[in-house]
């Protein structure tokens, strides 16, 4: 009995204790913005460490100390199509500080932190498997197509990374070693990068993708300018899903000024069967990445609901599109707020995209259209050629 009772006595103690070290962690490592002083000894703290790790050897090597590095930690952000904005901002940190290229750093050790930023209800709709494959088929080949990235590369060593970081000269997140974690993503930040014009690279595809994607094409006969319609059909936020009657009245619309239309699912289960029979469907761009921007490069505009590849338009200089639906019941206009964009901007657009706020309907990609046309000289010229 009394052995029953100590040993439930030791194992309160021992929680306590695991629960106390936690919660002096999260205070020291993740100081809240209102406490001031305790941010700045967390930035001495990290800063110590580092000076510390540069005098002493370790067996990782080699490493390329000047150069910068960005490291997307897959702790704290999951393997979406936010890792566009990811390199943008990176990429725009590093051209502030004089540098035109950077090497990125995926890291996806397993963390037992549940402190962590997590995202449940996402995980629970895209499993491990397809969380893995994301790595390898997302994550991997927009490093390869952002042109500010010379290298990446995917780290599972916590011990290594943080040698890396410690003995790098530049990292992003700032303050960052593998410890210090930072939410890789600031919106405010990307948004406020757009606005002040600040320069970037951006994704750009490569002569063999789009080699493959006009060999693709002209198979289909599409040899008039055609405009790309990406599908999103997730169960995940189903607010955001694209309006396919709209697509399949405004894709008629187009035929009849001479415009072809192609369709690209998000996903391989997105697109319906009535549209399979009436318009070519571009099939290797739910394998691809790298096909899917090449095609996008090509289309002479991208159709998007509220979806996160629309970021490998918005991100190359060399795509136009039009973005919709981006107010839902989700995510309104105090949410773009918070992020630093003012309702009814037009960020990423200058004159090859628009951003329309209200809901995706046939007449709201006409409008979006027609807007679209009047601002790209380049875009005018092609459906004008196209009718005559």
């Not at 001031?36 to 002493?56: T, Y």
């Not at 402190?115 to 790595?135: D, P, T, V, Y």
């Not at 998007?304 to 019941?329: R, V």
Request: hydrophobic content about 40%; overall charge positive.
């Amino acid at each position: 009995m009394h052995i029953r009772k100590t040993t439930k006595l030791i194992i309160k103690i021992s929680n306590f204790g695991v629960l106390a070290k936690r919660r002096l962690k999260l205070a020291v490592f993740y100081p809240p913005e209102k406490y001031s002083i305790l941010k700045n000894f967390s930035k001495v703290l990290f800063l110590l460490r580092k000076a510390l790790d540069r005098a002493l050897p370790s067996e990782y090597y080699p490493i390329l100390k000047n150069k910068p590095i960005a490291v997307y930690d897959l702790r704290l952000s999951p393997p979406t199509y936010d890792f566009a904005y990811f390199l943008y901002q990176a990429d725009c940190y590093f051209r502030s500080l004089g540098h035109s290229s950077f090497q990125v750093i995926i890291f996806s050790g397993k963390t037992t932190n549940n402190f962590i930023c997590q995202h449940n209800e996402w995980e629970s709709l895209i499993g491990k498997e397809e969380r893995s494959k994301r790595i390898y088929n997302m994550l991997l080949p927009m490093a390869s197509l952002y042109e500010g990235c010379f290298s990446a590369r995917l780290i599972k060593d916590i011990n290594h990374l943080k040698f890396i970081c410690r003995r790098s000269s530049i990292v992003y997140p700032k303050y960052y070693d593998g410890i210090f974690l930072s939410n890789p993503i600031s919106y405010e930040k990307v948004y406020k990068y757009e606005m002040n014009n600040a320069e970037y690279s951006g994704f750009k595809s490569n002569r063999n993708e789009l080699d493959k994607v006009q060999s693709w094409l002209f198979a289909h006969n599409i040899t008039l300018p055609f405009v790309c319609f990406t599908i999103r059909d997730y169960q995940f936020e189903p607010s955001r899903n694209s309006n396919v009657q709209a697509y399949l009245q405004f894709a008629k619309y187009l035929r009849d000024m001479n415009i072809l239309s192609v369709f690209i699912p998000e996903v391989s289960n997105a697109v319906p069967e009535y549209i399979i029979e009436e318009f070519p469907l571009f099939i290797p761009a739910i394998h691809s990445l790298y096909q899917r921007q090449a095609i996008y490069e090509l289309a002479c505009t991208n159709i998007f609901a509220n979806n996160g590849c629309s970021a490998l338009c918005a991100l190359n200089k060399s795509c136009s599109y039009i973005l919709s639906g981006l107010l839902t019941d989700r995510y309104d206009t105090d949410f773009f707020d918070k992020r630093g964009l003012a309702y009814l901007s037009q960020p990423f657009c200058e004159n090859r995209g628009i951003w329309n706020w209200g809901p995706e309907t046939y007449v709201s990609l006409i409008n979006s259209f027609n807007l679209l046309i009047k601002k790209n000289n380049l875009l005018l010229n092609l459906i004008t050629n196209a009718r005559t």
